[in-house]
């Protein structure tokens, strides 16, 4: 069983802020994304990464996958109010015909203006 | 980008009753959907996954005749939670994929269950 700990749980801070969350894993997995979900809505894919050692900037947020495709971060700069949401990290793993994600236990962030 | 729609979004039942939701794919032929289930401030858990087709493959501890799934076409899928109780309240969130090699599932927006 694959198994994706992210981490802090929570994350409370004032806007203008930096952060980084952190998903961490003792599988390898052959590709990794990031979500961001909202209160009663499905999760937005942000980014997915493949390579070890890849980054990948989306605007204010750079994501990093492990160079032993283990684990990642997400960091954000200078957030912003609307940066609130859950952030659900998922592992890819190819599962017979189809690939099958397995999720992080999420970072529940919540940037005050 | 692809679609996938959830209907309904909101839907409230009795106890003992049986609710059906609905995925669709609107744009693509999705070859294997899953189903989600999470509970306030969590993560998603897998309860299923169903390729067109052919039987669900449950996960552990996930009741099979609770919680039937069928994928009887290749922009459908349904899970109906039968006998709901209060404790099947949830979040449920299907997504789908094309298939072999395919990084992404595309996620539906959500079913949010209240069983009073």
């Known amino acids: 069983t694959q198994l994706l700990e992210q981490s802090p749980q929570f994350l409370s801070i004032q806007e203008g802020e930096n952060l980084t969350v952190y998903c961490n894993s003792s599988?390898?997995?052959?590709?990794l994304q990031w979500y961001r979900q909202e209160p009663g809505e499905g999760p937005v894919l942000l980014v997915t990464?493949?390579?070890?050692?890849e980054v990948k900037k989306l605007k204010r947020l750079t994501f990093q996958f492990g160079d032993a495709r283990k684990d990642s971060s997400l960091h954000i700069t200078a957030a912003q109010p609307g940066d609130t949401g859950l952030y659900l990290c998922?592992?890819?793993?190819?599962?017979?015909?189809?690939?099958?994600?397995?999720f992080g236990s999420g970072t529940q962030l919540t940037v005050l203006p | 980008g692809a679609v996938v729609s959830q209907h309904p979004s909101r839907v409230i039942c009795k106890s003992g009753t049986s609710v059906k939701i609905e995925c669709r794919s609107l744009?693509?032929?999705?070859?294997?959907m899953f189903w989600y289930r999470q509970f306030p401030k969590q993560s998603l858990m897998l309860m299923a996954t169903?390729?067109?087709?052919?039987?669900?493959?449950?996960e552990q501890g996930v009741e099979k005749d609770k919680f039937l799934i069928n994928h009887a076409s290749l922009t459908l899928s349904t899970l109906t939670v039968t006998s709901a109780h209060p404790e099947d309240s949830s979040f449920y969130i299907c997504?789908?994929?094309?298939?072999?090699?395919?990084?992404?599932?595309?996620f539906g927006q959500g079913t949010r269950l209240t069983v009073v």
């Open positions: 599988s390898v997995f052959s590709s």
């Open positions: 998922a592992g890819a793993v190819s599962s017979g015909s189809a690939r099958q994600l397995t």
């Open positions: 169903s390729n067109e087709g052919s039987k669900a493959t449950y």
């Open positions: 744009d693509f032929q999705a070859t294997t």
């Open positions: 997504s789908a994929s094309t298939g072999v090699g395919q990084r992404r599932a595309f």
């Open positions: 990464v493949v390579t070890g050692g």
